[in-house]
């Protein structure tokens, strides 16, 4: 596993962002200083697992170790707590897809390096509605 | 005893009853089915002209699942519903590793945020997953440990034509066991494990496809350890096939369960809950804790189960479980029940599954 997507495995795996202990302010990827109070005291959040779609985009032409995969459906979703984090959809029809549609996550591989090499996992979304 | 698992009849039994801890108990459980179905007759039409097949479905995982991926999300399921914060053990049963070499189980620890724990991955064919249950039972009953998380999990492979191809499934089942409290959902009474060297099926190390002796698998094999296992957990403990509100037996097809069942003095009315096989096919470790699952999301407190699996190369684990008091909170809170997951599928063609599946690469 590459080393700088292993230092990140739990932001891949369980959402992990973080939280200003000062104005509760919730950050998906983490930061290091509040953006909205300047406190430099936050503490790791687990986001939650379900929100809604704001916007997607549908890509035809994948990099490699995506192949077999496209058509892919990358869309933004607002989580329930406000922070809107990027994700591939999965599972869902193209003609499902609607702005303002429930998602969640899974847990699913994102690629495989090789039929020889790493298997990198975390999170995508499925639709509810 | 015979070991050469003719036909001779049985002349006597061993008794092996597992001396289960009755202050451990199954406080949540959890599956995963994956939505895409493969209907029989798509494989009966690329492979068989078309010839007429059973009336059953496969749950087939979809590119990006593997056992990893299924097992995080059945795990997931059964935490919630067991509400438990921290595990002491995970064991991941299983035939499909996609690592030959590292484990399936650190990584689902990594996943469920769990890390003071000992994690292994185990393997004995179909019955891994209920070897995994026993162990952390065995772990809690010591005292070494509070809680622990067993799964059984596989994306099970077929030979592209071969008989195993109709029937070769995916899915997960999770349990997390913790010590017994108001809150239990069950309690395994007792246990009965049965072995043999008995090479019905198996996958040499490589292989991308596992080899197996058709008809050789039946008689001598699953019936064989099931009928023993069976047999001495009701010599060992008392038990008639009327005790028990619910059996569940392995089911690597539709005929199998039925036969083992009506041969142990079983009634349809008992196994019939417990029949996934025509839904969802043979996620092989997964297969009769899915059935115990599925009976779970019905019973009743002070029902009693009886849970057989069978696993090729060969065994058997026969258990007996109690249900308790805490099984209707915990489900009306879980909300997820077994049959909403076979519900929600969607059926593919031949050529889907097989680029699902690996069979054709880009």
């Given at each position: 596993?590459?080393?700088?997507?292993?230092?990140?495995?739990?932001?891949?795996?369980?959402?992990?962002?973080?939280?200003?202990?000062?104005?509760?302010?919730?950050?998906?990827?983490?930061?290091?200083?509040?953006?909205?109070?300047?406190?430099?005291?936050?503490?790791?959040?687990?986001?939650?697992?379900?929100?809604?779609?704001?916007?997607?985009?549908?890509?035809?032409?994948?990099?490699?170790?995506?192949?077999?995969?496209?058509?892919?459906?990358?869309?933004?979703?607002?989580?329930?707590?406000?922070?809107?984090?990027?994700?591939?959809?999965?599972?869902?029809?193209?003609?499902?897809?609607?702005?303002?549609?429930?998602?969640?996550?899974?847990?699913?591989?994102?690629?495989?390096?090789?039929?020889?090499?790493?298997?990198?996992?975390?999170?995508?979304?499925?639709?509810?509605? | 005893?015979?070991?050469?698992?003719?036909?001779?009849?049985?002349?006597?039994?061993?008794?092996?009853?597992?001396?289960t801890p009755k202050n451990a108990a199954i406080a949540g459980y959890g599956?995963?089915?994956?939505?895409?179905?493969?209907?029989?007759?798509?494989?009966?039409?690329?492979?068989?002209?078309?010839?007429?097949?059973?009336?059953?479905?496969?749950?087939?995982?979809?590119?990006?699942?593997?056992?990893?991926?299924?097992?995080?999300?059945?795990?997931?399921?059964a935490?919630?519903m067991a509400e438990?914060?921290?595990?002491?053990?995970?064991?991941?049963?299983?035939?499909?590793?996609?690592?030959?070499?590292?484990?399936?189980?650190?990584?689902?620890?990594?996943?469920?945020?769990?890390?003071?724990?000992?994690?292994?991955?185990?393997?004995?064919?179909?019955?891994?997953?209920?070897?995994?249950l026993?162990?952390?039972l065995?772990?809690?009953?010591?005292?070494?440990?509070?809680?622990?998380?067993?799964?059984?999990?596989?994306?099970?492979?077929?030979?592209?034509?071969?008989?195993?191809?109709?029937?070769?499934?995916?899915?997960?089942?999770?349990y997390i066991l913790s010590k017994r409290d108001v809150g239990s959902i069950a309690v395994v009474e007792g246990?009965?494990?049965?072995?043999?060297?008995?090479?019905?099926?198996?996958?040499?190390?490589?292989?991308?496809?596992?080899?197996?002796?058709?008809?050789?698998?039946?008689?001598?094999?699953?019936?064989?350890?099931?009928?023993?296992?069976?047999?001495?957990?009701?010599?060992?403990f008392?038990y008639?096939?009327s005790d028990f509100k619910y059996a569940v037996?392995?089911?690597?097809?539709?005929?199998?369960?039925?036969?083992?069942?009506?041969?142990?003095?079983?009634?349809?009315e008992q196994?019939?809950p417990s029949?996934?096989?025509?839904?969802?096919?043979?996620?092989?470790?997964?297969?009769?804790?899915?059935g115990l699952a599925v009976v779970l999301d019905e019973a009743s407190p002070n029902d009693l189960i009886l849970v057989?699996?069978?696993?090729?190369?060969?065994?058997?684990?026969?258990l007996s479980i109690r249900v308790l008091d805490g099984v209707e909170e915990k489900r009306r809170k879980a909300q997820n029940k077994v049959?909403?997951?076979?519900?929600?599928?969607?059926?593919?063609?031949?050529?889907?599954?097989?680029?699902?599946?690996?069979?054709?690469?880009?």
């Open positions: 596993m590459a080393i700088s997507y292993w230092r990140r495995r739990d932001r891949y795996y369980r959402l992990l962002g973080n939280k200003c202990t000062r104005c509760n302010a919730e950050y998906y990827p983490p930061v290091y200083i509040c953006r909205r109070c300047g406190s430099e005291s936050l503490i790791d959040a687990e986001m939650p697992g379900t929100g809604k779609i704001l916007t997607y985009t549908i890509l035809r032409e994948v990099m490699s170790g995506f192949e077999g995969q496209q058509p892919i459906i990358i869309g933004i979703v607002q989580l329930d707590n406000g922070v809107k984090v990027l994700g591939q959809i999965v599972d869902t029809p193209i003609d499902a897809l609607k702005i303002g549609c429930k998602v969640r996550t899974v847990f699913r591989k994102i690629r495989e390096e090789s039929s020889a090499g790493q298997i990198y996992y975390g999170y995508k979304f499925t639709v509810l509605c | 005893m015979p070991l050469n698992n003719s036909l001779i009849p049985f002349k006597g039994w061993v008794n092996f009853g597992l001396k599956v995963y089915i994956p939505r895409y179905r493969l209907p029989s007759v798509e494989v009966a039409r690329i492979w068989r002209g078309g010839e007429e097949a059973p009336l059953i479905k496969k749950a087939v995982a979809s590119l990006d699942e593997d056992i990893t991926t299924m097992a995080v999300e059945a795990a997931r399921r935490i919630k438990t914060k921290e595990l002491g053990a995970i064991f991941v049963g299983t035939e499909t590793k996609p690592y030959a070499v590292k484990p399936t189980s650190t990584i689902v620890a990594q996943a469920l945020n769990q890390h003071k724990v000992l994690a292994s991955d185990l393997e004995f064919a179909c019955k891994a997953g209920t070897e995994a026993q162990l952390i065995a772990l809690i009953g010591s005292g070494m440990i509070e809680s622990g998380l067993a799964i059984g999990v596989d994306t099970a492979q077929g030979r592209p034509g071969d008989d195993l191809e109709f029937t070769a499934a995916s899915a997960a089942a999770a246990a009965s494990s049965y072995v043999s060297d008995t090479t019905d099926f198996w996958r040499r190390a490589g292989q991308q496809y596992p080899r197996h002796l058709s008809r050789f698998t039946g008689e001598p094999a699953y019936f064989y350890h099931i009928q023993h296992a069976v047999k001495n957990l009701f010599d060992e008392g008639k096939p037996f392995h089911q690597p097809n539709p005929r199998f369960p039925v036969e083992v069942a009506l041969r142990l003095g079983f009634n349809l196994i019939k029949l996934l096989n025509p839904y969802i096919g043979n996620p092989y470790a997964a297969n009769s804790l899915l057989c699996s069978f696993g090729s190369g060969a065994g058997s684990d026969a049959r909403d997951m076979i519900e929600a599928s969607v059926e593919i063609d031949y050529a889907t599954y097989a680029k699902l599946r690996g069979k054709i690469v880009a």
